[in-house]
């Protein structure tokens, strides 16, 4: 069974622009989590989608968004980047079956977006 | 604001050695707690998952949870040079739809 697949992997933008990620999770996994890493400061949540739902929101600005389609597939916007946005960008799938909090997350590897 | 606590490191130990990794928590309500070991440029993966006070072993790696203490660990046996990595605490509950994490240990095993 394939992972977790992120695209791009690598991105390079500039202060003020705007940028979408993507994720496909493990075939028949319905819930979707994004979350941001940086140096020192580990997974930060971003939000968690289940059924084109958003279930659950962290403590991030508006300029970020997410979404996520019938068939599971997750995409994430930041709009008006700022340089701190720099970071390591990953999603996790998991079953969608119970309480995510009890579920295994399956992450992707990652986009790495650099801010300029 | 409920936080999961863990010493950034890095923890070196020798190897064949036990490396012991210990994450604290300020929810009482937490139920769920999760070690992940993540490599340099690499995504995290799960290691053990535990929801019951006591031991819960698998191979070389074994959690312990201590809901009156909050705190949980995570015990490597006979540590190998592979096994040097960040490793990720990871808690919840089911009020809340996420993971709470704590900012990893860095575990370096000196051949």
């Known amino acids: 069974k394939a992972g977790v697949t992120q695209t791009p992997r690598y991105l390079i933008k500039t202060r003020g622009q705007q940028v979408t990620l993507s994720c496909s999770p493990i075939s028949g996994h319905r819930s979707v989590s994004w979350y941001q890493q940086t140096p020192g400061q580990g997974l930060q949540f971003l939000f968690e989608?289940?059924?084109?739902?958003?279930?659950n929101k962290g403590n991030f600005p508006g300029r970020f968004s997410g979404r996520q389609f019938s068939n599971s597939r997750s995409e994430m916007n930041v709009s008006t980047l700022e340089l701190g946005d720099s970071a390591l960008y990953l999603c996790a799938s998991s079953l969608g079956q119970g309480p995510p909090s009890w579920e295994t997350q399956y992450f992707g590897p990652g986009t790495r977006l650099l801010v300029l | 604001q409920k936080e999961v606590e863990q010493n950034s490191g890095p923890l070196s130990v020798p190897e064949g050695a036990i490396a012991s990794l210990n994450c604290t928590y300020s929810?009482?309500?937490?139920?769920?707690f999760f070690w992940y070991r993540q490599y340099s440029g690499k995504s995290p993966e799960l290691i053990m998952s535990?929801?019951s006070n006591g031991d819960k072993e698998d191979g070389r790696f074994t959690a312990q949870l201590n809901k009156a203490s909050q705190y949980v660990s995570l015990l490597i046996r006979d540590s190998q040079p592979s096994d040097s990595a960040t490793y990720l605490c990871a808690v919840s509950s089911d009020s809340n739809y996420q993971l709470i994490w704590g900012a990893g240990t860095k575990l370096i095993i000196k051949p």
């Open positions: 535990i929801y």
């Open positions: 989608y289940f059924s084109e739902t958003q279930r």
């Open positions: 929810d009482r309500g937490s139920q769920s």
